[in-house]
């Protein structure tokens, strides 16, 4: 299984509620994303990261925010979550250049439920 | 807009069956990748190819690249149960290459 670790796995909450989703590595890697998935499992780039206190917005609007003050720690907040924002959210990870810098380490999701 | 858009979304075969699935995409790319997710599950990867390849192997997996169709297939040979999943293309653009965009992904169901 992948070093990339997602926390929490499964989180229902009222509207209007402040949550984060936490996503650590442990394989150094620099880059860092945040994708969201849709139930008919479209995934959608949200955030993402090249290193410590860089951060980008991705393809698709989102109401969430990220922090990156720690390589291995990838945080995702939403200051007032909302139905809209139910959803899957996975983070993902890539090694620096050479043999498998092109591919993503997944961790398991956050599946989030916003009542 | 997505890049990739895997064809068929869904296909159902019995063991023993071979099953392709068919990717799509729009701009110039740098690779190719195909990654499969087990229902509830982050994704994992499966294979790379690069623009300038045509074909690669890795055990029952076959993959195929033909940049001037902007396409790629995924076989997947002898079918188990066990590759019953989700399987998603994403590709890397020229350019754009930090990011990787996904398609809509084919879900397959390997009957016993």
């Known amino acids: 299984e992948a070093d990339i670790y997602q926390t929490p796995r499964y989180l229902v909450i009222g509207t209007g509620k402040k949550i984060t989703l936490e996503c650590s590595q442990t394989?150094?890697?620099?880059?860092m994303y945040w994708y969201q998935q849709d139930p008919g499992m479209e995934l959608h780039l949200i955030h993402y990261?090249?290193?410590?206190?860089?951060?980008e917005k991705g393809d698709l609007s989102s109401e969430s925010t990220v922090s990156r003050i720690r390589t291995e720690h990838f945080p995702l907040t939403l200051e007032s979550a909302r139905p809209s924002h139910t959803s899957q959210y996975l983070c993902?990870?890539?090694?620096?250049?050479?043999?498998?810098?092109?591919?993503?380490?997944f961790g398991a999701g956050s599946r989030l439920t916003v009542l | 807009s997505q890049q990739g858009e895997e064809d068929p979304q869904a296909l159902s075969i019995q063991e023993g069956e071979n099953a392709t699935m068919n990717c799509s995409y729009k701009?110039?790319?740098?690779?190719l990748q195909w990654y499969r997710q087990n229902s509830g599950r982050g994704l994992v990867h499966l294979i790379l190819?690069?623009?300038?390849?045509r074909e690669k192997h890795s055990g029952r997996l076959r993959v195929t690249l033909d940049t001037s169709k902007k396409s790629s297939s995924l076989l997947i040979t002898a079918s188990r149960a066990a590759d019953t999943a989700s399987y998603f293309c994403?590709?890397?653009?020229?350019?754009?290459?930090?990011?990787?965009?996904f398609g809509k992904g084919t879900k397959l169901t390997v009957n016993p």
């Open positions: 701009t110039s790319i740098n690779n």
């Open positions: 994403a590709t890397a653009s020229v350019g754009g290459s930090e990011k990787l965009v």
């Open positions: 990261s090249y290193g410590v206190n860089s951060t």
């Open positions: 993902a990870s890539r090694g620096a250049p050479g043999a498998g810098a092109n591919v993503l380490t």
């Open positions: 394989m150094g890697h620099d880059k």
């Open positions: 190819i690069r623009s300038n390849e």
